[in-house]
């Protein structure tokens, strides 16, 4: 629900989502960090906030956005081969704003975080990463709230225009709406999209699952020592296979009656 008054309605924010994917099932969704972006360019200028979006997408992770309570997205057209880098940096020229805010990191593809800070170098604005919230702007200036590790926050004071990441300490997004999200508009805009060479002499292939560590079981008493050795391992998708495993099981046992009294 958006508010019933903006609280700066000459404020211009854009918000770069990305589609994102869903971890068990891997159905397209909106992501989780881009989302709560929006939510809070939603809180400082509520549906007077844009969104931006690079490339194609599947149109249904992208209109969960637009559930949100926003109007349209700004689709700018390339297809996976372009860099979206300097994509971004000419409309943003053409069409400024005063923040610009979009997630650490996408859900999938590359996903190395690097497009705000390439983004940010190309415009010559400040870049802030890991915020929590945005409390004010007024005069040029923001104070903007940023997450530090172990629930630590700093204020910090930064001049206007500038491009910020979002943490997920930020306000959760707000559940989307099914008819809001069909109403709203995919706007088409046709750019020059330049081709990222550096991807194209990247090789990629399936990464393998990393190995589970095992349990270091630093055992005090006989007992212990038993119950460890006796021990269903936790992980299910393999063995591990050891030699001797008879014989500690059977000193373990041994131990144990040692300690009982039961032989001596």
């Given at each position: 629900m958006l508010p019933d008054s903006l609280s700066n309605p000459d404020l211009k924010v854009a918000s770069l989502i990305s589609v994102g994917q869903h971890a068990k099932s891997g159905r397209a969704r909106r992501a989780s960090q881009d989302a709560r972006a929006?939510?809070?360019?939603?809180?400082?200028?509520?549906?007077?906030?844009?969104?931006?979006?690079?490339?194609?997408?599947?149109?249904?992770?992208?209109?969960?956005?637009?559930?949100?309570?926003?109007?349209?997205?700004?689709?700018?057209?390339?297809?996976?081969?372009?860099?979206?880098?300097p994509i971004l940096a000419s409309y943003l020229k053409e069409q400024p704003a005063d923040i610009v805010l979009t997630g650490i990191h996408a859900e999938q593809g590359e996903a190395s975080g690097m497009v705000p800070y390439l983004l940010a170098e190309h415009l010559g604005w400040p870049i802030v990463p890991r915020i929590a919230d945005i409390q004010k702007v007024e005069e040029g200036f923001a104070e903007v709230l940023q997450a530090l590790p172990r629930g630590q926050r700093r204020l910090l004071r930064v001049?206007?225009?500038?491009?910020?990441?979002?943490?997920?300490?930020?306000?959760?997004?707000?559940?989307?709406?099914?008819?809001?999200?069909?109403?709203?508009?995919?706007?088409?805009?046709?750019?020059?999209?330049?081709?990222?060479?550096?991807?194209?002499?990247?090789?990629e292939n399936p990464a393998k699952p990393r190995p589970k560590r095992l349990n270091v079981v630093k055992a005090k008493s006989a007992a212990d020592r038993f119950k460890a050795a006796t021990a269903k391992p936790q992980g299910q998708g393999g063995k591990v296979i050891r030699d001797g495993t008879d014989r500690e099981k059977a000193e373990a046992i041994m131990e144990l009656l040692i300690a009982e009294g039961v032989v001596r």
């Amino acid at each position: 629900m958006l508010p019933d008054s903006l609280s700066n309605p000459d404020l211009k924010v854009a918000s770069l989502i990305s589609v994102g994917q869903h971890a068990k099932s891997g159905r397209a969704r909106r992501a989780s960090q881009d989302a709560r972006a929006v939510e809070l360019g939603l809180k400082m200028t509520g549906s007077s906030s844009r969104l931006i979006h690079v490339g194609g997408g599947d149109e249904t992770g992208l209109r969960q956005y637009l559930g949100m309570g926003l109007p349209e997205i700004t689709l700018l057209k390339a297809d996976g081969s372009a860099d979206a880098v300097p994509i971004l940096a000419s409309y943003l020229k053409e069409q400024p704003a005063d923040i610009v805010l979009t997630g650490i990191h996408a859900e999938q593809g590359e996903a190395s975080g690097m497009v705000p800070y390439l983004l940010a170098e190309h415009l010559g604005w400040p870049i802030v990463p890991r915020i929590a919230d945005i409390q004010k702007v007024e005069e040029g200036f923001a104070e903007v709230l940023q997450a530090l590790p172990r629930g630590q926050r700093r204020l910090l004071r930064v001049p206007l225009p500038f491009i910020a990441t979002v943490d997920n300490a930020a306000p959760e997004a707000r559940q989307y709406a099914f008819g809001p999200a069909r109403r709203g508009l995919m706007d088409d805009v046709a750019v020059n999209a330049p081709v990222d060479e550096a991807r194209l002499e990247w090789q990629e292939n399936p990464a393998k699952p990393r190995p589970k560590r095992l349990n270091v079981v630093k055992a005090k008493s006989a007992a212990d020592r038993f119950k460890a050795a006796t021990a269903k391992p936790q992980g299910q998708g393999g063995k591990v296979i050891r030699d001797g495993t008879d014989r500690e099981k059977a000193e373990a046992i041994m131990e144990l009656l040692i300690a009982e009294g039961v032989v001596r």
